[in-house]
């Protein structure tokens, strides 16, 4: 894991030394590799492994988890280490149910991922709206690509995601606080059926419910 953290880091320094806004080419196979994922990807799963990088450039916390997205608006974030969370998106909402506290949150999907790189990752193919190409560069044959929300108040200020033969593999989050998100993707597999309960969370019996889903909230 420190060694993919480690390229992480060199590849978003790589991108702040070499900016290619001069560079038409790099430009062009970043729109050209944005668009096929965001067209032509519809489901991805994939293992992952995250840190969270503070300002000082210290690992605070690091995760293990599972993803799997269907678009267009459903993923699924299992966080399986240290502790147990699963973050769902089913398409009306975004349920947030911490095992250890034994609470779920459910809030509308719509309001909450509002220009986040979850919208990105997810969304439908309008979802590029909301970034901006900034610059784009290849380091260690990982092709990386900056963006940049359009929205002031997103909670993030830029995204990277870096990809293999077109392919993700690489995700790096900017906040406003000064920290970075680190997220490298294995085993990634790309369009392959999921089936519709992994967007259903299962919630077992005595667990704390904060919110209800659109559908029963009515009209």
């Known amino acids: 894991m420190q060694k993919i ?13 070499q900016a290619s806004n001069d560079d038409a080419q790099a430009l062009d196979r970043a ?3 944005l668009d096929h994922f965001v067209n032509e990807v519809r489901t991805l799963q994939a293992d992952f492994a995250q840190s969270l990088v503070d300002v000082d450039g210290i690992v605070v916390e ?3 988890g599972r993803l799997v997205i269907r678009k267009p608006g459903q993923f699924l ?6 502790y147990e969370q699963l973050l769902l998106a089913d398409g009306n909402d975004l349920w947030s149910y911490d095992v250890d506290l034994e609470q779920v949150v459910i809030k509308p999907q719509d309001e909450v991922l509002v220009s986040t790189p979850a919208l990105l990752l997810g969304g439908s193919a309008n979802a590029l709206a909301d970034f901006t190409i900034i610059e784009a560069v290849t380091h260690n044959s990982t092709f990386w690509i900056r963006l940049r929300p359009t929205q002031e108040d ?5 995204l990277e995601l870096g990809f293999d033969d077109e392919q993700l593999s690489r995700m790096m989050f900017y906040d406003s606080l000064g920290q970075t998100t680190l997220i490298a993707l294995r085993d990634v597999v790309i369009n392959a ?11 077992p019996p005595g667990v704390d419910i904060v919110g209800e889903p659109a559908a029963a909230a009515g009209p």
């Not at 974030?77 to 240290?82: A, G, R, V």
């Not at 997103?154 to 830029?158: E, V, Y």
Request: charge should be negative.
């Open 154 to 158: 997103a909670g993030f200020t830029a």
């Open 31 to 33: 729109r050209h590799v």
């Open 62 to 64: 690091e995760s293990l």
């Open 5 to 17: 953290l480690t390229a992480m880091v060199l590849a978003g320094l790589a991108l702040g030394a």
């Open 77 to 82: 974030w299992h966080y399986s280490e240290p």
């Open 193 to 203: 059926p999921v089936a519709d309960t992994v967007f259903v969370l299962d919630i």
